[in-house]
């Protein structure tokens, strides 16, 4: 075969491998999976040998992809992000080490970018970082030295970002949370030990003597104690290191009793309004998993919520309205009132007509009724005119016969009441 038809043939086995790439950074989510498997199916078949000191073992075409998909997790493109990283976890056989180079490499900042590609690279060092710890090569017992350090590395990395920047501590903590859950017992005091300068700062008194001063919480940083506590459920880890326990472990100020004194914090992340932060999901289930009555606790934590955030600002207003949306389904039909108290009742009625749809949706007849008693008690009962809705009529339109009984009652008692009880409530 002549050097031309050599050239051709090569070139006709490398135009669809490239292909593959291009695949993996479609946003649509069923290409990019075929595109995954075509990529491991190419690389089975196509294991020219490559003599590569960085990556012994690894064929020429498996080099080329590790080396492009940690570039393209830098890609301003959040498909070729999503895309590239989440494939760069399925080459066990490929050095750890080699692969943790590479994508400190590719996402390495210089000097010369600018502030959109520094953001692009400090995000594909993130997702590189995810990438490894998904691949669940850090599970394996008992961890090695080298899996030790990189662990370390990998932490020190993503903690220097939450303290960097602001917009970087949802995701910092978020990859902390992902890399605790893909390691093995052994690693979590190791990690933890390198998280401590989150909550820790030290600092020199007037002797020089070191001084460990705490830091307060923010969102992201009580997300992820919520978090290690419910990760350290049932898992019996020994911790040498003291500030480690204290912090993590034995933190007098977390615990089920202490969150509504926690409000602040819950108060200051408005900032991912409209969307809510993780913190809020993380509490209820901490609630549920530590509080004696989960239920009881819950709704004092949330009475401080709506008595101490509501009349903050319109943001935070919101976010507590999206707040009581996560906790609807969650509270039992007899402590309906406790959620929806007169605090939030009034914002609902006065700024919000998704709410309201939201209420009017419910499928559950004791829980209409409930809901029906609530709004027609504290607004009236020309509650959907005054709010210039149809919640009223349409959560009463799916009542059953049997249930229209209680209901038909409770309004009897509330015409019975003297119109002179001081009940007036007007939209703004």
């Given at each position: 075969?002549?050097?031309?038809?050599?050239?051709?043939?090569t070139k006709q086995e490398t135009?669809?491998?490239?292909?593959?790439?291009?695949?993996?950074?479609?946003?649509?989510i069923k290409k990019r999976e075929?595109?995954?498997?075509?990529?491991?199916?190419?690389?089975?078949?196509?294991?020219?040998?490559?003599?590569?000191?960085?990556?012994?073992?690894?064929?020429?075409?498996?080099?080329?992809?590790?080396?492009?998909?940690?570039?393209?997790?830098?890609?301003?493109?959040?498909?070729?992000?999503?895309?590239?990283?989440?494939?760069?976890?399925?080459?066990?056989?490929?050095?750890?080490?080699?692969?943790?180079?590479?994508?400190?490499?590719?996402?390495?900042?210089?000097?010369?970018?600018?502030?959109?590609?520094?953001?692009?690279?400090?995000?594909?060092?993130?997702?590189?970082?995810?990438?490894?710890?998904?691949?669940?090569?850090?599970?394996?017992?008992?961890?090695?030295?080298?899996?030790?350090?990189?662990?370390?590395?990998?932490?020190?990395?993503?903690?220097?970002?939450?303290?960097?920047?602001?917009?970087?501590?949802?995701?910092?903590?978020?990859?902390?949370?992902?890399?605790?859950?893909?390691?093995?017992?052994?690693?979590?005091?190791?990690?933890?030990?390198?998280?401590?300068?989150?909550?820790?700062?030290?600092?020199?008194?007037?002797?020089?003597?070191?001084?460990?001063?705490?830091?307060?919480?923010?969102?992201?940083?009580?997300?992820?104690?919520?978090?290690?506590?419910?990760?350290?459920?049932?898992?019996?880890?020994?911790?040498?290191?003291?500030?480690?326990?204290?912090?993590?472990?034995?933190?007098?100020?977390?615990?089920?009793?202490?969150?509504?004194?926690?409000?602040?914090?819950?108060?200051?992340?408005?900032?991912?309004?409209?969307?809510?932060?993780?913190?809020?999901?993380?509490?209820?289930?901490?609630?549920?998993?530590?509080?004696?009555?989960?239920?009881?606790?819950?709704?004092?934590?949330?009475?401080?919520?709506?008595?101490?955030?509501?009349?903050?600002?319109?943001?935070?207003?919101?976010?507590?309205?999206?707040?009581?949306?996560?906790?609807?389904?969650?509270?039992?039909?007899?402590?309906?009132?406790?959620?929806?108290?007169?605090?939030?009742?009034?914002?609902?009625?006065?700024?919000?007509?998704?709410?309201?749809?939201?209420?009017?949706?419910?499928?559950?007849?004791?829980?209409?009724?409930?809901?029906?008693?609530?709004?027609?008690?504290?607004?009236?009962?020309?509650?959907?005119?005054?709010?210039?809705?149809?919640?009223?009529?349409?959560?009463?339109?799916?009542?059953?016969?049997?249930?229209?009984?209680?209901?038909?009652?409770?309004?009897?008692?509330?015409?019975?009441?003297?119109?002179?009880?001081?009940?007036?409530?007007?939209?703004?």
């Amino acid at each position: 075969m002549s050097d031309k038809e050599n050239t051709l043939e090569t070139k006709q086995e490398t135009t669809p491998f490239l292909q593959i790439f291009w695949d993996l950074a479609e946003v649509d989510i069923k290409k990019r999976e075929i595109a995954t498997r075509d990529l491991l199916s190419y690389l089975r078949e196509h294991q020219v040998p490559a003599e590569q000191e960085q990556f012994p073992g690894c064929s020429r075409d498996m080099i080329y992809t590790i080396k492009r998909l940690c570039n393209g997790i830098c890609s301003r493109n959040d498909g070729a992000r999503q895309g590239f990283s989440c494939v760069l976890q399925f080459f066990p056989n490929v050095p750890l080490s080699s692969v943790y180079t590479t994508i400190m490499e590719s996402s390495t900042i210089e000097g010369s970018m600018k502030r959109a590609e520094k953001r692009d690279q400090v995000f594909g060092r993130l997702f590189g970082i995810l990438s490894l710890f998904r691949s669940t090569r850090f599970m394996k017992e008992p961890p090695s030295e080298e899996i030790r350090s990189i662990v370390e590395k990998c932490v020190e990395e993503v903690v220097g970002y939450y303290k960097q920047k602001q917009w970087l501590r949802e995701i910092s903590v978020e990859t902390l949370i992902t890399i605790l859950k893909f390691s093995h017992d052994d690693l979590i005091p190791l990690i933890l030990s390198n998280s401590l300068s989150l909550y820790i700062e030290s600092r020199p008194n007037e002797e020089n003597e070191e001084l460990l001063i705490p830091l307060p919480f923010t969102p992201s940083s009580l997300q992820l104690i919520l978090q290690v506590q419910l990760l350290l459920h049932d898992k019996h880890i020994e911790f040498d290191d003291e500030n480690v326990r204290r912090t993590f472990v034995e933190n007098a100020e977390v615990n089920p009793h202490h969150l509504k004194q926690l409000v602040s914090v819950y108060r200051d992340s408005s900032f991912t309004f409209p969307k809510l932060h993780a913190l809020w999901t993380v509490t209820v289930d901490y609630l549920k998993q530590f509080a004696e009555d989960w239920e009881e606790s819950l709704l004092k934590w949330w009475d401080a919520i709506t008595t101490q955030v509501l009349s903050m600002s319109a943001e935070r207003g919101g976010m507590v309205l999206k707040a009581f949306e996560l906790l609807f389904p969650l509270v039992s039909t007899d402590q309906i009132h406790r959620l929806l108290n007169n605090r939030l009742l009034r914002l609902v009625c006065s700024n919000t007509l998704h709410l309201l749809n939201f209420l009017s949706t419910e499928q559950d007849s004791n829980r209409r009724v409930v809901l029906l008693n609530i709004l027609l008690n504290n607004v009236g009962l020309d509650f959907d005119k005054r709010t210039g809705t149809t919640t009223c009529r349409q959560l009463l339109a799916s009542l059953h016969v049997e249930d229209l009984g209680d209901f038909l009652s409770r309004c009897y008692r509330l015409f019975l009441q003297p119109q002179a009880n001081g009940r007036r409530w007007k939209r703004s």
